[in-house]
C-alpha cells in the first residue's frame, strides 16, 4: 500500500518535472512511493526477484520531461515475460505476460495459436487472469499476419502483436490500505498460468540482440 503523500508527490511532480526539483524531493520520493513498493515486492518473492524502473527519462531518442510520473516495478520478468505493477496518477496498473515480443518469439506464439492443443493453453491462462478482473490488450493488427488465415476460429489472437493481461485501477481509498497488497498479489497471480504457458510454449528470443 502507498501512503497519500506518494499521490501528493506524483501530483507535484507533474507541475515541477525538473531535474534540480528532484534532487531537492527525492527523499519523498524514495519514502513515499519507492519504499511500499518494495515492501510490495517482498510480498512478491514466490513470483521472482523485483526490478525497479529508474525515475529519469532517457532523453539521447526522444525530447520529453526529464522524469518519468510514475513508479513501475518488474517481478520476474525473463526472456519469456513476466509481472509488471505501475503506480501513477492515472491509476495502479497490474499486469503480467509478455510486452514487446521479438519476431521469433511472436512467431512461435502465433504457431501455437493455430494448433488446437496448445491454443487450449493459453486459452485456459487468459481465462484464469479475465476471472480475476485483468483484460488482454487488444490486437494491434487490422488483419490476420501474412501467412495466416483471414477466417481462423482464433484470428483475434493472431492479429496481437504483444501477450499481455492487465488492470488498471482508478485511485481510490483501498489503495493506502493493506487491502491493495492483496488485490495485487491476487491479480499477478491469476496471471501466473499465462505466463507458465509462455515461458513454455514461446520461449526465449534466439535473435541477436543489436
Known amino acids: 500500500m502507498w501512503p497519500p503523500e506518494a ?13 534540480e526539483w ?24 514466490d513470483l521472482g526477484s523485483p526490478r525497479f524502473f529508474r525515475p529519469y527519462n532517457n532523453l ?4 520529453g520531461p526529464p522524469l518519468k510520473e510514475n513508479l513501475g516495478v518488474a517481478i520476474g520478468y525473463g526472456a519469456a515475460g513476466g509481472f509488471y505493477f505501475d503506480l501513477s496518477l492515472d491509476g495502479l496498473l497490474v499486469a503480467g505476460g509478455l ?8 512467431e512461435r506464439f502465433r504457431a501455437a495459436i493455430v494448433d488446437d492443443r496448445r491454443a487450449h493453453g493459453f486459452e485456459r491462462g487468459l481465462a484464469a487472469a479475465e476471472r480475476a478482473g485483468l483484460t488482454a490488450t487488444e490486437p494491434e493488427l487490422k488483419r ?6 483471414a477466417d481462423h476460429p482464433r484470428v483475434d489472437r493472431l492479429r496481437m502483436k504483444r501477450v499481455v493481461v492487465s488492470c488498471r485501477h482508478p485511485l481510490e481509498p483501498w489503495l493506502h490500505e493493506p487491502a491493495c497488497d492483496e488485490i495485487v498479489r491476487a ?12 515461458a513454455e510454449t514461446v520461449g526465449a528470443s534466439t535473435q541477436t540482440r543489436g
Open 60 to 63: 539521447r531518442f526522444r525530447p
Open 99 to 106: 510486452y514487446r515480443p521479438a519476431s521469433d518469439q511472436l
Open 144 to 149: 490476420a499476419p501474412r501467412g495466416y488465415p
Open 7 to 19: 499521490l501528493e508527490f506524483l501530483r507535484e511532480l507533474e507541475d515541477n518535472n525538473e531535474s
Open 187 to 198: 491479480e499477478l497471480l491469476a496471471a501466473r498460468p499465462l505466463i507458465k504457458w509462455l
Open 22 to 45: 528532484f534532487r531537492r524531493e527525492r527523499h519523498r520520493y524514495e519514502r513515499y512511493l519507492v519504499a511500499p513498493a518494495r515492501e510490495l515486492a517482498d510480498k512478491l518473492g
